[in-house]
């Protein structure tokens, strides 16, 4: 009962409800299935047969979820249609924006930093046998002509026109709106590949869950359901701007791991006044003479400089000499400068603050592991590997479900650890 107060369903019922006075009359109690959905997650009942036999027999658990006394139990296919109805709405995405403001405005999210990361869970579609491809014709050797180069740069502008958002390169997600994003994202079942902590690949047919969580307060704060197939990098900007935007929450930080290592992660960061503190991806670049790996300036016996301040005025790092040049007897000889000083936006993907290889940019990092433990929660406490449904559009009801249940759990928790914190110091 503490988790269905937290949770306003009142878009989910509207999204359900009849919108025409004509036709037969509703039956069903909806505001109880929704809530009956809810329980078959938070209690861990794996199936909707499953979720009909606890509400038949279970006396208690049919009333708590809302069900009168006079009200015939819904069958598989009513709770089956319900959940159609919902895959064509965003009314989950709603309330899960309204319980995640009513957390700031109660103080309960005051993070100044969100990790982003994601996870991967299974479709309960089976994968199609590939396609036979046909052979491919074999380029023609040489330079193109006139002509013929004219006609292949048409072509690569058609192709490019013709390419969806999520398939073009990640800067050109800096220019759309959210509504665009979150719209236009790929939902189809397809094969994802990524590499588990041995480094070995690990196959799965279905999608991704991308989340951007509040490293202390570990509440969700933006969530996004994929296809197995699409980039983390390009998952990132939705929900990063969706933290700016649909909740106007200031966040100093970013903190993603090094698949997010693009420059127009940075810029969308820097676009909202944050610091992107992102695992650095070399990606076969070479190193920088003079640089060192931290990309920090190096003497002339490449000992690195000392990082001393930044300028946010001018978004300047300083860096002074290192400790080694007191007894290097180049200390006094004009190769070796005193100061180096450097413009951050030169390269917003190389130069961050703090610095990278910092004490404090690593404490930053380290605290990316909220994000992990999330993901954790959500497949061990509330099913989100326990896709019961097909196609991507239903699926996408059952992820919204999941993290709206943990999020209305987290508040319903701090609430009642607050209640108990006034009642110890009334007493």
């Avoid at 665009?180 to 690949?201: A, C, D, F, M, Q």
């Avoid at 701090?414 to 108990?420: C, Q, S």
Wanted: charged residues 25%; contains cysteine; positive net charge.
């Amino acid at each position: 009962e503490a988790i269905f107060s937290e949770i306003d369903i009142d878009p989910l019922i509207y999204a359900v409800s009849k919108k025409s006075i004509y036709g037969a009359p509703t039956s069903l109690n909806y505001p109880a299935m929704i809530y009956g959905c809810i329980a078959r997650i938070h209690e861990g009942i794996p199936t909707i047969k499953k979720l009909v036999q606890r509400l038949k027999n279970d006396l208690i658990f049919r009333l708590d979820c809302g069900f009168l006394l006079s009200d015939n139990v819904p069958s598989e296919s009513s709770f089956s249609r319900l959940i159609h109805l919902l895959s064509k709405s965003n009314a989950i995405e709603k309330s899960q924006n309204t319980l995640v403001r009513q957390a700031i405005q109660e103080g309960f999210i005051k993070d100044d930093m969100a990790a982003v990361d994601v996870t991967h869970f299974e479709a309960r579609d089976r994968a199609k046998a590939s396609e036979k491809k046909e052979p491919i014709e074999p380029k023609k050797r040489g330079r193109k002509s006139k002509k013929e180069r004219e006609q292949w740069l048409k072509e690569q502008v058609e192709q490019e026109a013709g390419r969806t958002l999520y398939e073009k390169e990640i800067a050109h997600q800096l220019s759309a709106s959210l509504d665009e994003l979150r719209s236009e994202v790929p939902l189809t079942p397809t094969w994802g590949i990524k590499k588990n902590s041995e480094r070995k690949n690990v196959a799965w047919f279905g999608y991704k869950a991308h989340l951007a969580v509040g490293t202390q307060s570990q509440y969700i704060l933006q969530t996004l359901m994929s296809s197995a197939s699409l980039s983390d990098g390009k998952g990132a900007i939705p929900l990063i701007k969706g933290i700016h935007e649909t909740l106007h929450l200031t966040i100093r930080y970013g903190l993603l791991d090094a698949g997010y290592d693009f420059k127009a992660i940075y810029q969308q960061l820097h676009n909202m006044n944050a610091q992107g503190i992102i695992a650095y991806n070399p990606r076969n670049e070479q190193e920088v003479e003079g640089f060192d790996g931290n990309f920090s300036p190096t003497c002339v016996r490449e000992h690195s400089y000392q990082y001393d301040s930044y300028d946010s005025a001018y978004h300047r790092l300083k860096y002074t000499r290192p400790k080694e040049c007191k007894e290097c007897p180049l200390a006094n000889d004009t190769l070796c400068q005193k100061v180096y000083k450097i413009k951050r936006l030169v390269d917003i993907r190389k130069y961050v603050e703090p610095v990278r290889g910092s004490q404090k940019w690593k404490t930053l990092y380290k605290q990316r592991t909220s994000v992990e433990r999330v993901n954790a929660y959500l497949k061990e406490y509330f099913q989100l590997n326990n896709v019961r449904h097909r196609s991507g559009k239903v699926a996408k009801v059952h992820f919204d479900l999941v993290t709206l249940i943990y999020n209305g759990t987290k508040l319903a928790i701090d609430r009642m650890n607050r209640k108990v914190l006034q009642n110890s110091i009334a007493v």
